[in-house]
């Protein structure tokens, strides 16, 4: 039973366009959800995190939203650059120790 | 300021063969963790180590040893390997301060079991 999802395992997007990718999850019960990049043969690189209890977090080009009636998350890369070019994935953090789950990713391509 | 480092890059095993793969992180950070990534997949929590002296199994931890030497130092150990364990290993710890939580990755091991 999958508890984070990312149904687009693909997104193609302009050079200086809005990027929108999105995460639904089935477990209500998290303290935290992250957003990671990854590009190929490196390790995934932290991007931005929403505590439960907000519903918006920004930083930089980089906005989460997070809507708690429809389990669903979503990231916003605006404006969108060639070098944003990467798999995305999605997590959340619930329970103790704060251990993460993973969806199984988004790859993100920006054409010039 | 290194962050989360890993040993070796690459590794290749025969079946049966044994490995310690070797993590540490500079940040002063309490919880390490070990993941393992395969195609197609997110990533998968093997165990995770919530303060120095404590380890706790993840979802696939069969197969697996960890030992937490020190804060900063997380190992993980194949006692003999099999090739359903061909996978790129990654180490995180993380941290939570002022109501933000992250989590930091190494940049990989590739072990190839053959």
């Known amino acids: 039973d999958q508890q984070v999802k990312q149904n687009s395992p693909s997104l193609s997007v302009q050079e200086g366009r809005i990027s929108i990718l999105n995460c639904d999850y089935t477990n209500s019960m998290f303290d935290y959800f992250l957003w990671y990049k990854k590009y190929p043969a490196e390790g995934p690189t932290f991007l931005i995190s929403i505590s439960s209890i907000k519903d918006k977090n920004e930083d930089g080009r980089f906005t989460v939203f997070l809507n708690k009636s429809a389990k669903h998350l979503s990231l916003h890369i605006v404006p969108s650059q060639p070098g944003d070019s990467a798999v995305y994935f999605c997590?959340?953090?619930?329970?103790?120790?704060?251990?993460?789950?993973f969806g199984k990713g988004t790859l993100l391509t920006v054409n010039p | 300021n290194a962050g989360v480092t890993q040993t070796p890059k690459f590794q290749v095993l025969k079946t049966g063969q044994s490995m310690t793969l070797q993590c540490a992180q500079d940040m002063n950070h309490n919880s390490m963790y070990w993941y393992r990534q395969d195609p197609g997949m997110g990533l998968r929590l093997i165990y995770y180590s919530a303060s120095e002296g404590t380890t706790d199994k993840g979802e696939v931890p069969n197969g697996y040893n960890v030992s937490r030497l020190n804060k900063r130092e997380f190992s993980l150990r194949l006692e003999s390997a099999a090739p359903s364990q061909t996978s790129v290993y990654f180490c995180?710890?993380?941290?939570?301060?002022?109501?933000?939580?992250?989590?930091?990755f190494g940049p990989g091991t590739r072990l190839t079991v053959t």
């Open positions: 997590a959340n953090s619930g329970g103790s120790n704060y251990k993460l789950t």
């Open positions: 995180a710890s993380s941290v939570v301060t002022s109501g933000r939580y992250e989590q930091y």
